[in-house]
């Protein structure tokens, strides 16, 4: 008898949007960073609860962000993405999509080298402020139970259960 993989729990959680948009250095994504991010998404997801987002290797997370840039879930919002580099290579992202009428935070993710400074929480306000002014009210993401610490910084951004 084999153990069948149990998905992982998760829910809506949605933000009101604010107007004004705060200073930052980041770029919106582009298709040529498609290999890039795919890389980042696998070492920013490897060894969390949200591991399974990334597939099962880099080619699958790579194929994960293609398919987020085409619309897979949702059209994809570049000018509501960003990008932070650091020299010529990313180390974190938030790309956003529009699911249901709604936009949706589908990935936020940053380096392990760079984790744990603010990066995620600037890359999503930077993202809220973008949408705000795009006139959307609402941003929406799904949250993995199990991920404590996303959760945590969701929260202090005053996202609430839906």
Known sequence: ???????????RLDVRLPQAVPAHDFRHPVEADIPALGQLMWDAYRRTPDEEDA???????TEEIRLTFSGEHGPFLPTASFVADDGA????AALVTVWKDVPLLAYVFT?????GRGLGRRLIEAAMHALGEQGYPLLSLAATEDNVRARRLYASLGFTPH
């Not at 008898?1 to 729990?9: C, E, F, H, I, Y």
């Not at 597939?55 to 997370?61: I, K, L, T």
């Open 1 to 11: 008898m084999t153990d069948v993989p149990v998905a992982p729990k998760r829910f």
């Open 55 to 61: 597939g099962g290797s880099v080619a699958e997370a």
């Open 89 to 92: 290579r990313p180390v974190g």
């Open 111 to 115: 380096a392990p080298s760079h984790a």
